[in-house]
C-alpha cells in the first residue's frame, strides 16, 4: 500500500522538541509518515521524536535539510573529503536510528549547490560507488535504508535522472541502497517521466511529489501527472509518496525561510491545504490509474 508522508519543511524551518506537535498535525492530516530534515544545526531529543512518532503510528524519514560541511562530499576528488562525507552521513544514520526512521534520503552521493559542469571521470565514479557501499551497509547494520535523490543539474552534476541512479545503484550492488526520484528536479532533466519510473523498477523506495514550481500536485503545472500514476501503476509501485516544499509564511519577514531555501514565490503558505490537495489529488490519480 502506497504510504503518505510530508516534509517538515512544509510547516517549520527547523526540526526542534518544541515542534513535535506537528507530528499531531501530520497524523490528524491521515498521513502514514514525517520527513525530517537533519543537519549540524539541528538539535532535539531523539527519544522524544521517536515516542510520539511510535504512539501516533507514524513513519519517520530523514534527510540533510540542515547545515551540511560542503567539504563532507562523498564525490569529491579528495580523499579526505570523501571520508569526511562518509563521517558525516553515518552521523546522520545514528539520529535516524534514533528516532527509529526507516530511511535516510537525498542527494547522499554529492552536495547540493556543488557544481563542476563536467561528467564524472571513471575514477570519480569508482569511489563514488565504494563510499555508497560503505554508507549502505553502515545503514543496513542500523536499520536505516539509504535512498539516493537525483537532482536538476543547477543543482549538482554527480547524478541528474533516474536513468543514471540506476546505473549507479547497480554499479554499488548493495541490497539497502534504492532510489527516491522527485519530480520537480526531473523536469528540467527528462521528458519521458514513465520511462524514468519504469527503469527504477526494483529500486524505487518513493517519489517526492510536488509541482515545477514546488506548489502542491495538480492539474495546472507542467509535471505529466497521468503518465506518472500510469507508470507507478504499471510497476505495481507500493511505497512512499513524500511531499515537499517550503513554507513561505516563515521568517522574521514572511517569506524569508523559502528565499533562503531558493523558492522565489509563495505556493506553500498553508502547510495543513498543501497536504490536504495534495494528498487528495494523488490518490484520486492513482485511483483513476487502477491503483
Known sequence: MIKHSAHCYIFTDRWS???IGLLDIARDLDLDGFEIATG????????????RAQSLGLELTISPGGLWPRECDLSNPDAANRARGLTWHCRQVDTGASIGATAYTGALYGHP???HYRPLSDDEQGWLAEGLFKLADYGQRQGVQIVIEPMSHFRTHVLN???QAVRM???????????LLDTYHLVTEVRDYGEQIRLARGSLWGLHACENDRGAPGDNG????????????????????VLES????????????AYSRGMMHHVCEDGQAFVRDSVAFLKAGMKAAGG
Not at 545503484?169 to 532510489?179: G, M, R, T
Not at 517550503?246 to 525561510?257: E, K
Open 246 to 257: 517550503y513554507n513561505s509564511t516563515i521568517g522574521a519577514t514572511p517569506g524569508d525561510f
Open 169 to 179: 545503484i547497480e554499479k554499488v550492488n548493495h541490497p539497502n541502497l534504492s532510489l
Open 222 to 241: 507542467l509535471i505529466p501527472w497521468n503518465a506518472v500514476f500510469t507508470a507507478l501503476h504499471a510497476i505495481g509501485f507500493d511505497g512512499h509518496m
Open 40 to 51: 549540524d544545526d539541528v538539535a532535539f531529543d531523539p527519544a522524544l521524536t521517536r515516542q
Open 17 to 19: 522538541d518544541d515542534q
Open 161 to 163: 535522472t533516474g536513468a
Open 113 to 115: 549547490g556543488v557544481l
